[in-house]
């Protein structure tokens, strides 16, 4: 069983920056591949950004490439997003996700552990 806390969340203007956290605990050993997904109310699930278990492979939901960095440090078991020139249509409750496999999925379907997620607010 793996354990994801996220924090980070806020409200912050158009254009500004979050760096959002997502702390991994339990069984963290292992080859382990993580995303961050986003969500709005009466909404599905939105993948926005995954990263491999090294932290090698990354990948990027169209909407958010260029603006949104995700990294991993995996002494620290934890994963970063890293959200510069927001919207207000990045406003959303992001979770974050883990899987054991070497590859790097980018659907809900593929992931197993879930955080609670938290609440990103853009204003205009």
């Known amino acids: 069983q793996v354990q994801l806390v996220e924090s980070g969340g806020g409200l912050v203007q158009a254009g500004g920056s979050l760096r959002l956290s997502c702390a991994a605990s339990g069984r963290t050993f292992g080859s382990y591949a993580m995303g961050w997904f986003r969500q709005t109310p009466g909404k599905e699930r939105k993948f926005v950004a995954a990263i491999g278990w090294s932290g090698g492979t990354t990948t990027y939901a169209d909407s958010v490439k260029g603006r949104f960095t995700i990294s991993r440090d995996s002494a620290k078991n934890t994963m970063y997003l890293q959200m510069n020139n927001l919207k207000p249509e990045d406003t959303a409750v992001y979770s974050c996700?883990?899987?054991?496999?070497?590859?790097?999925?980018?659907?809900?379907?593929?992931?197993?552990?879930w955080g609670q997620g938290t609440q990103v607010t853009v204003s205009s």
């Open positions: 996700a883990a899987r054991f496999t070497v590859v790097v999925p980018t659907t809900v379907d593929e992931y197993v552990y």
